[in-house]
């Protein structure tokens, strides 16, 4: 049986790239226990659709990428990027004060 290995999340809030998004998703799904396959499944998407989200590579459909993060608890904040910086702070206190 395989093991799943736990990744720590990005340091910073911010997905500039499809790779740091994947990096957020897949430290989400370990966090929460869950093999690929299982989340795969749990997410309604194949296994190849959730790793190429994870991996930030091929492909992916919107309302798919959308799926995925929506069932693994995670959301797409979407802000004026002349904010980006007051955004990100706000964020990282939030996330900062929730441990």
């Known amino acids: 049986m ?3 290995v736990l990744t720590s999340f990005p340091e910073r809030p911010r997905a500039a790239s499809l790779e740091s998004l994947g990096a957020f998703v897949r430290a989400q799904r370990t966090a929460s226990g869950l093999k690929l ?3 795969a499944l749990l997410c ?3 296994k190849d659709v959730l790793t190429r989200v994870e991996n930030g590579s091929g492909p992916v459909g919107s309302d798919n990428l959308l799926q995925i993060l929506d069932t693994l608890g995670l959301t797409l904040l979407v802000v004026p990027k002349n904010q980006v910086s007051q955004a ?6 939030a996330m900062d004060a929730a441990e």
Do not use: F, L
Request: aromatic share 0%; proline share 0%; glycine share 6%.
């Open 2 to 4: 395989r093991r799943i």
């Open 37 to 39: 396959r299982d989340a």
């Open 44 to 46: 309604g998407v194949s």
């Open 88 to 93: 990100e702070h706000a964020v990282t206190a």
